[in-house]
């Protein structure tokens, strides 16, 4: 079943979200602080991009990306049709292990 979903999300300062996908469409509102968030299936700070308060950022699925709070912590809305998946790309990245 297809179900529209959406949350806040807050990253504390200094925390890395190393490279990973989504298989759904997500669409991030940043509400506060700066997001940065790179593309790519390796971890490059130089390929970071800063998004400002009212930012929209759209990632289509499937596509491998990072985060970092870099400045500070942000929050973030994100919306999407679930149901929701999240892969590391490298396996031993992933937190919940």
């Known amino acids: 079943m297809v179900t529209p979903l959406g949350s806040l999300t807050p990253l504390v300062a200094g925390v890395k979200l190393m490279p990973h996908r989504h298989p759904e469409d997500r669409v991030y509102t940043v509400m506060s602080g ?5 593309l790519g299936e390796r971890f490059d700070g130089e390929k970071l991009e800063a998004y400002p308060p009212g930012a929209v950022v759209v990632l289509p699925g499937g ?5 970092w709070a870099k400045s500070g912590e942000y929050v973030t809305q994100v919306m999407a049709m679930g149901p929701l998946g999240l892969e590391y790309v490298d396996p031993e990245d992933d937190p919940r292990r």
């Open 34 to 38: 700066v997001f940065y968030v790179g």
């Open 63 to 67: 596509t491998p990306h990072f985060h």
